[in-house]
């Protein structure tokens, strides 16, 4: 890892603190986090050193005063799954355990992400494939572009999905669209992927950035513990039962109730403004 971190401060008094490391980019700036994969001519394959680098980019994140986090690509692509490059496990056919690598890497990650208690974003500019898309689904909210898409690509390689591909597809699309995509390894568009419910949205290439500024502007500033606690419940809400779920719910608001950001949201409402949200 090159450590190049840096704080530096423009006219607004912003502390800007920017890491290049070996195969992704990190910046944080006013609440916001972003991490990009960085490896475009490997069209961002995660490699050992990956995972490592994206545990100490969510460190940093988690130490400062996180509202948002962006998990975006360089490059054409954003992410071909597990660098097929790279050995994928160790020793002979009988000796190799990739889930041993899944357990290590990628599980940890994928799991870190869903809990964090914030916003998480993913930015998909192009292809994900393999591991690839669940990183890309284990986001609360990913936006595509157009000529986005997604490929279960596991069946061509003889691997059986991971890193939550199994669970994010078969929950938000059903089995018999899971299994489609899963055995087959076929291109879903980002526009079908859409339509389908996998993602959140499918937006025009050239507004991609745009688009994806406006909902982390949005995301920025608002009441940022509510929605950690939000996230939490939708989460949840696919492994209770409803009255399970409903006590959740019940203890998620209690908490939520004593935000100062609660306050301020009811208290602009009455007063006829926008609220001013401080993550608090
Ligand atoms: O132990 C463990 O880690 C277990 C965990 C497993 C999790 C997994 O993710 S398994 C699935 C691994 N991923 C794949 O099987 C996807 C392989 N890639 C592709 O099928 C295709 O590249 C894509 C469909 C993603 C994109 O196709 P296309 O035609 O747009 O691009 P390309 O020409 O195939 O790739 C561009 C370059 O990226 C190319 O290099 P080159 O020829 O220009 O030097 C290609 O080799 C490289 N690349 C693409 N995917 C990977 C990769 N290099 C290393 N690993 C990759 N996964």
Known sequence: MSDNSNSNYNAETIEVLTMTYETIQFEQADGVARITLNRPERLNALCEATFPELHDA???????SLRVLVIAAAGRGFCAGAD????????????????????????????????????VVSVVNGVAAGAGVSLALAAD???????ASFVLAFARIGLVPDAGATYFLAERIGVAR??????????????????????????????LAARVDELVARLRVGPTVGLGLTKQAIYAAGERALAAQLRLERELQARAGRTADFEEGVAAFLAKRAARFTGH
């Open 58 to 64: 969510l460190d940093r994140a988690e130490a400062g």
């Open 84 to 119: 097929l490059e790279q050995p994928l496990g160790t020793g002979s056919r009988d000796e190799r355990d990739i889930g041993a690598t899944l357990e290590r890497n990628y599980n940890p990650l994928i799991e870190r992400l869903r809990s964090l208690p914030v916003p």
């Open 141 to 147: 909210l990913t936006i595509a572009a157009r000529s």
């Open 178 to 207: 899971a299994q489609g995509l899963a055995l087959l390894g076929e291109k879903l568009s980002a526009f079908d992927a859409a339509a389908w419910g996998l993602i959140w949205k499918c937006v025009e290439d050239d507004e």
